[in-house]
């Protein structure tokens, strides 16, 4: 079993649609990052949580700690946040980022 | 505001050459990881260093070796390349362990 586990693993949706991405773990971490990479390769940093609910434009991020759960949300979703979404964990043991497999999302016009 | 830079951003090697790839942290970050993310596959820790110490090793091969420097900036150095090094190799920085990592471009390597 992965420790970080994503679902869904690909989403198509239409332009304007309310996206929610959810991250479940099994190891004991710090903290936890939502990243976003588009074609060609980059990861961009959405977003660092420890606790709580985090928002930045449409992007929400919300963590359980007790239920080892996160998910991030896309508000009015736009065809320029097509791009996979990436969970990862810092293990609170050595601060190594764990890696999820990535939500692919797709938003049509 | 300054980002992570990598360089080279593509590089192309024949098998069993060697390469150098270069990561400039952020200013005033001290903390430097490395991953390699193969075709199709999740990023894989390779190593990190915090103070110009190496701070964690992961999946990292004994033909590869990093190091950082003074300035901060690391450069992971990579011999007797294999096809199965063909992979897009990220750098991050933190201000400390355990703090959030940015990430540079990446660098694409592909060996023929």
């Known amino acids: 079993k992965n420790e970080v586990e994503q679902s869904p693993q690909n989403l198509t949706a239409q332009e304007g649609e309310f996206i929610t991405i959810n991250c479940s773990y099994s190891v004991g971490i710090s903290a936890l990052h939502w990243l976003q990479q588009h074609p060609g390769g980059g990861i961009v940093s959405l977003f660092m949580?420890?606790?709580?609910?985090k928002k930045h434009g449409r992007l929400i991020a919300t963590i359980n700690i007790q239920e080892k759960h996160s998910s991030l949300h896309i508000t009015a979703s736009h065809p320029r946040d097509s791009a996979v979404y990436i969970c990862a964990v810092v293990m609170d043991s050595n601060y190594q980022l764990i890696w999820g497999a990535g939500t692919k999302l797709i938003i049509k016009p | 505001a300054a980002g992570v830079i990598q360089s080279p951003r593509h590089l192309i090697k024949e098998k069993r050459e060697t390469a150098t790839l270069k990561c400039y942290p952020i200013p005033r970050h001290d903390t430097v990881y490395w991953y390699q993310q193969g075709p199709g596959q999740d990023p894989q820790f390779l190593i990190s260093f915090y103070e110009k110490m190496q701070s964690d090793k992961g999946s990292i091969p004994d033909r590869f070796s990093a190091q950082q420097f003074s300035d901060y900036h690391s450069e992971l150095n990579m011999s007797s390349l294999e096809l199965g090094d063909s992979a897009l190799y990220f750098c991050a920085s933190s201000p400390g362990a355990g703090n959030e990592q940015f990430f540079g471009p990446g660098t694409r390597l592909t060996v023929l």
């Open positions: 949580l420890s606790s709580g609910k």
